[in-house]
């Protein structure tokens, strides 16, 4: 019944803010912390019934680079589930209520990607995470989609990834795929209610997104990729998630 999935999802939004209040006040990075923040995203993610399944092995090292297709807010939560890593948010994020304080207390990169004239500087900021004792996802698009294809991987902000010019980068693809909880292909009309683009409402798209009454949430880790500047890296990056895309597409798993 549509109501009880509304009444669902609004109790794991719920759930989420409940235990996010407390999250705010650990010390970032700890075992304890890892724990709530897992508990959070769970907790929202079962509001809307998504399940996650996982294919492939993440690289378990501080420092990677972890590259997404992007299609809804969802993706954070799913990925967030996981693994142990920040993410490179849009850097009006940082000023929305709550929202904001929690991407920062998550150990978000915050970037402004129209304005050139700041590209260096968050490169810069980019390696300077990416050197530290946490792995960073960015989603290379810069935009979502309905996640039948990928636009092309911006290569700006791999310029700066430590270990570039001489191959030694650790970067890892990462391709979010979902599915309807038996696993088959999502109808169009499905994917357009998953997917989070242009101007949709929040609101509405969460209100949508409840109708659904549940999907599975498949990700794909695939093969750590090597380059020795910043567009081959995001090439490769980008024919990697297209690859599986394609194949997800032609109704074969793994």
Not at 20 to 36: E, F, K, M
Not at 221 to 235: C, G, I, N, Q, S
């Amino acid at each position: 019944m549509s109501w009880l999935r509304q009444a669902r999802a609004w109790a794991g939004i719920a759930g989420f803010l409940a235990v996010s209040g407390p999250w705010l006040l650990l010390p970032n990075g700890g075992r304890l912390w890892r724990g709530v923040a897992r508990l959070c995203w769970r907790a929202l993610l079962g509001g809307f019934g998504i399940r996650v399944r996982v294919h492939g092995t993440p690289v378990d090292h501080a420092g990677t680079l972890f590259v997404a297709n992007h299609i809804s807010w969802t993706d954070i939560p799913v990925l967030g589930l996981v693994l142990n890593a920040g993410f490179v948010a849009k850097g009006d994020i940082r000023g929305w209520p709550l929202i904001g304080r929690l991407t920062a207390a998550y150990g978000c990169l915050f970037v402004e990607r129209e304005r050139r004239g700041k590209a260096g500087d968050q490169a810069a900021a980019l390696a300077s995470h990416l050197e530290g004792d946490r792995a960073l996802v960015l989603f290379a698009e810069g935009t979502t989609g309905l996640g039948n294809d990928v636009l092309p991987f911006r290569s700006s902000l791999f310029a700066m990834v430590p270990g570039v010019a001489d191959g030694s980068a650790r970067v890892q693809p990462v391709t979010i795929h979902y599915a309807r909880t038996d696993g088959g292909l999502l109808s169009p009309e499905m994917q357009r209610q998953v997917a989070w683009i242009g101007d949709d409402g929040l609101l509405s798209h969460v209100r949508g997104l409840a109708r659904l009454g549940g999907m599975r949430a498949e990700v794909w880790f695939e093969e750590p990729v090597t380059a020795t500047d910043r567009k081959a890296l995001a090439k490769a990056c980008e024919a990697a998630v297209l690859a599986r895309l394609q194949v997800l597409r032609g109704g074969v798993g793994g």
